[in-house]
């Protein structure tokens, strides 16, 4: 098999967070060689569909939130880049019972003033007058976020894709089969190995598999996401209601308000079986569908009419939840982003724009340091199961 030196870039896996690194890194004049086995627009991994929350007051940890707001002003710097509207400016509400031992209203209103972020904290009398298609009972509470919404994640690719092409990026629709890194860097394919000069590994669900010689704390569990036609969706466009996340039952939920052809969105963040891209149960059983629509009928009764779609996804997680975002300490060129746990799409300019400064040297701008792969020992690493009693974001499908 021929063996290519390449001088430049090989970006492997080309949704939310390649696509962006691969615009970033050729937008600078970098030669950049994209892989992915798929056709940007596929929903076999987790950068598909219309809709992924955008927010700044981050309740799962602080220290996101440099990272939020950086992003927020790269989505409308994407926006102008590639003259599309991406970004819906719907606000989000955070719903949550008073003395909820998850606390969501209470950490991101910490994380709001922690930042200087303004935070409407909302009494259940304040909720059901400021959004009338929510109801809530007198022991609960909420926070909203007005800047903040949600993307277009399937316009959002095929954006970076056309940007990232136009400034000589190229992409090829090949299978990676591994990549080694001792004792230089190879990219290995099926009918060659390349040596380039950095690789960026954004390969969502296939990287507990690609990624499996790197010792990295990663799991893929299955999701299921639904779309409801309203009974009435005069109160449930994104003009006048929000994004929304809400507690119940132990278990978190989220969503968006009624889009053309969609209906109105919803889905569980929390639990799911643990799953590979090959062994997915990719059929929605109806008590999957009953509880996200009993959801509904409880805290959004005018968005409860008849099931229109429903599908599964997959969420990345690591051991404790957050991103792993960055070069291995063995192998400074090997650079990694995996692990999203369910709540990244709205990172992606940012984290594409990091990846894309971790490949060239560039120190960046906002500092990632706290989702480096060097965190996890070799002890952390052979535990892949989330730890237990963390609630973290809202988001994907």
């Known amino acids: 098999m021929p063996e290519i030196e390449y001088d430049g870039v090989i970006v492997v896996g080309?949704?939310?967070?390649?696509?962006?690194?691969?615009?970033?890194?050729?937008?600078?004049?970098?030669?950049?060689?994209?892989?992915?086995?798929?056709?940007?627009?596929?929903?076999?991994?987790?950068?598909h569909g219309r809709t992924r929350m955008v927010r700044q007051a981050y309740f799962e940890d602080?220290?996101?939130?440099?990272?939020?707001?950086?992003?927020?002003?790269?989505?409308?710097?994407?926006?102008?880049?590639?003259?599309?509207?991406l970004l819906t400016a719907s606000g989000v509400v955070g719903i949550g019972r008073i003395g909820d031992p998850?606390?969501?209203?209470?950490?991101?209103?910490?994380?709001?003033?922690?930042?200087?972020?303004?935070?409407?904290?909302?009494?259940?009398?304040?909720?059901?007058?400021?959004?009338?298609?929510i109801t809530v009972g007198d022991d609960y509470e909420a926070v909203f976020e007005a800047d903040a919404g949600f993307v277009d994640p399937q316009l959002t690719v095929a954006a970076h894709h056309r940007l990232a092409k136009e400034h000589g990026a190229v992409f090829e629709q090949r299978v990676v089969l591994g990549v080694e890194h001792d004792p230089v860097l190879r990219v290995i394919t099926a009918d060659a190995v390349y040596r380039p000069r950095a690789v960026v590994m954004a390969v969502g669900p296939w990287a507990p598999e690609l990624l499996a010689?790197?010792?990295?704390?990663?799991?893929?569990r299955r999701k299921v996401v639904a779309h409801f036609t309203p009974l009435d969706d005069t109160q449930l466009t994104a003009d006048t209601f929000p994004a929304f996340f809400v507690t119940h039952n132990d278990e978190e939920y989220y969503g968006f308000p009624v889009l053309d052809?969609?209906?109105?969105?919803?889905?569980?963040?929390?639990?799911?079986?643990?799953?590979?891209?090959?062994?997915?149960?990719?059929?929605?059983?109806?008590?999957?569908?009953?509880?996200?629509?009993?959801v509904l009928r409880e805290?959004?009764?005018?968005?409860?009419?008849?099931?229109?779609?429903?599908?599964?996804?997959?969420?990345?997680?690591?051991?404790?939840?957050?991103?792993?975002?960055?070069?291995?300490?063995?192998?400074p060129g090997l650079i990694v982003a995996t692990g999203c746990s369910g709540h990244a799409f709205k990172f992606v300019p940012v984290i594409g724009e990091i990846l894309a400064d971790l490949a060239t040297?560039?120190?960046?701008?906002?500092?990632?340091?706290?989702?480096?792969?060097?965190?996890?020992?070799?002890?952390?690493?052979?535990?892949?199961?989330?730890?237990?009693g963390r609630t973290r974001g809202f988001e994907l499908a």
């Open 299 to 331: 805290f959004i009764p005018a968005g409860a009419g008849d099931v229109r779609d429903s599908y599964t996804c997959m969420y990345t997680m690591s051991t404790d939840e957050d991103f792993i975002i960055g070069a291995l300490p063995e192998a």
């Open 102 to 133: 998850v606390a969501i209203v209470h950490d991101t209103l910490d994380a709001g003033q922690q930042y200087g972020l303004p935070l409407d904290h909302l009494s259940a009398n304040q909720i059901r007058a400021q959004f009338p298609a």
């Open 261 to 294: 052809g969609q209906g109105l969105k919803i889905a569980r963040h929390s639990s799911g079986e643990w799953c590979t891209p090959d062994t997915i149960d990719r059929t929605v059983h109806p008590h999957e569908v009953e509880e996200l629509h009993a």
């Open 361 to 388: 040297g560039r120190p960046p701008q906002v500092d990632p340091t706290f989702l480096s792969p060097a965190r996890f020992t070799a002890a952390a690493a052979s535990d892949v199961a989330p730890a237990a």
């Open 213 to 220: 010689g790197l010792e990295l704390p990663i799991r893929t």
């Open 14 to 47: 080309l949704g939310g967070f390649g696509s962006a690194a691969a615009y970033h890194l050729a937008a600078r004049g970098e030669t950049v060689l994209g892989f992915d086995p798929r056709l940007p627009g596929h929903t076999d991994g987790s950068s």
């Open 62 to 85: 602080a220290a996101y939130v440099p990272l939020a707001r950086r992003a927020w002003q790269l989505w409308h710097e994407l926006e102008d880049a590639a003259g599309e509207h």
